[in-house]
Structure formats: C-alpha cells, structure tokens
C-alpha cells in the first residue's frame, strides 16, 4: 500500500498561511489524496481531497505536485480553531473504500 | 448534515468481559468503519462493511468481531476484553465509492478502558 510521510509537528501564528506538506512518493494512478484533521477530544473531520488537480473549498486549498508525488494542504489564515492533528491520507479507488491513517502532522496556532 | 453516533464516550470494562460498542448514521451510508486510535500509532481500521450483513477485516481485526445487522447500524464486539484493547475507538460511515472518492463522516469516539 502506498503510504505517506508527514512532519510530526508545526507551528503557525494566528492570521497567517499555513503550508502542511506530504510525500507520498509510492502513490499510484487511481488514488485519491484526502485530507482531514482532528480536533482535540473529536473524531476526524474531512478537509479536502483531490486527485490530480489543485482544489479549493471553504476550509482550504490542495495543491498537488504535478507528478503526484507529493501534496500540500493550504490553511490561507489560521485561526486558534485550526490548531489539530491533519492527517494526509490516500485512498484506494476500489470497492473497499480503504483508508490508512498515519500519524499525521499537529498543528499549534500560536496567538 | 450526517450525524454519526456512538453509543458511549467513555466506557470501563473488566478483562474477560464481552464488550459491544454500538455506532449509528443516519444517512443512508452503504460503508460504515470501526478504528482504534493509538497515540503514536495514528487510527487503525479494525473492520468495516459495505452493506448490510458484509464485512471485511482492517489491518487489525484480531480480537474483535462486527456486527451489521441493519444499514444504519454497526456493532464492534470485543469477545474477551483485554487491556491491550484499551484505546479509542472511532466509527466512521460514508457512501460506497465507484468511480468517485467519498469522504468519512467520523463519530465522537469511544475511549475503553480495560482493567
């Protein structure tokens, strides 16, 4: 399974970007890149997800290494509710809908 | 907006004890997914299951068994409860994939505790 690769931490002050890198050097053709992050005492939220184009939405921007080798999530101004773990996950196109978690990158937005 | 749901947010149990934690969506997903959620270790699936009486074994599913009985419902059953089995668990549900990619709708989480 192609796994991907985080910083374990990052730090941000409120009101500026935040750039959360991952590697996923062994993705293949027919995986998604999903992001989520979780909150302190809460279950996963979903963020973002793409496949090989740049994607916006109200929580964020995904912007997507032109060869898929890499993805980056894209906060455009933090805010104290951002601060969470954000795990960047890839899943299988297949019926059985697999998702592997790793141990995701935490996030401290500082005031 | 998809409301997931499970039936405890702490829970403590004796080792030996049959332990049933119950998750519940309430949008019709066809998927629905049992995790542990280890520090250090990230979120582990467990099992999950496509449709009603289907499932499939996670990347840990020794230990646990499921139960789905009904669409909208999703049991994880520890036979036998042991400490190593302490952790956090997560239900998640979302709509079967095909050619698009669904994202999971998380419940709370269940923090066990076995002593």
């Known amino acids: 399974d192609a796994k991907t690769t985080q910083p374990n931490s990052m730090e941000s002050n409120e009101e500026e970007p935040v750039h959360l890198p991952c590697n996923h050097s062994?993705?293949?053709?027919?995986?998604?890149i999903h992001w989520y992050r979780q909150l302190p005492s809460q279950g996963p939220e979903y963020v973002i997800h793409?496949?090989?184009s740049n994607v916006n939405n109200r929580m964020a921007s995904l912007a997507i290494a032109e060869d898929r080798k890499s993805s980056t999530l894209i906060l455009h101004r933090a805010t104290l509710r951002d601060a969470a773990v954000y795990y960047c996950?890839?899943?299988?196109?297949?019926?059985?809908?697999?998702?592997?978690f790793g141990p995701g990158t935490r996030l401290s937005v500082l005031p | 907006d998809v409301k997931v749901t499970q039936s405890s947010r702490y829970l403590v149990k004796r080792t030996g004890e049959k332990v049933f934690l119950e998750c519940v969506q309430d949008?019709?997903?066809?998927?629905m997914f049992w995790y542990r959620q280890d520090p250090g270790l990230g979120l582990r699936l467990i099992y999950f299951?496509?449709?009603?009486?289907?499932?499939e074994k996670g990347d840990i599913p020794e230990g646990y068994s499921v139960s789905r009985e009904k669409k909208e419902r999703f049991s994880l059953i520890l036979e036998s409860a042991s400490t190593n089995q302490t952790s956090m668990y997560l239900c998640?549900?979302?709509?079967?994939?095909?050619?698009?990619?669904?994202?999971?709708?998380f419940g709370p989480g269940t923090r066990l505790t076995v002593t």
């Open positions: 998640a549900s979302s709509l079967i994939g095909g050619s698009l990619s669904y994202e999971q709708y």
């Open positions: 062994t993705i293949s053709g027919t995986d998604y």
């Open positions: 299951s496509y449709d009603v009486k289907m499932k």
């Open positions: 793409g496949l090989t």
């Open positions: 949008m019709d997903h066809e998927n």
């Open positions: 996950i890839l899943r299988v196109n297949n019926y059985g809908q697999n998702f592997v």
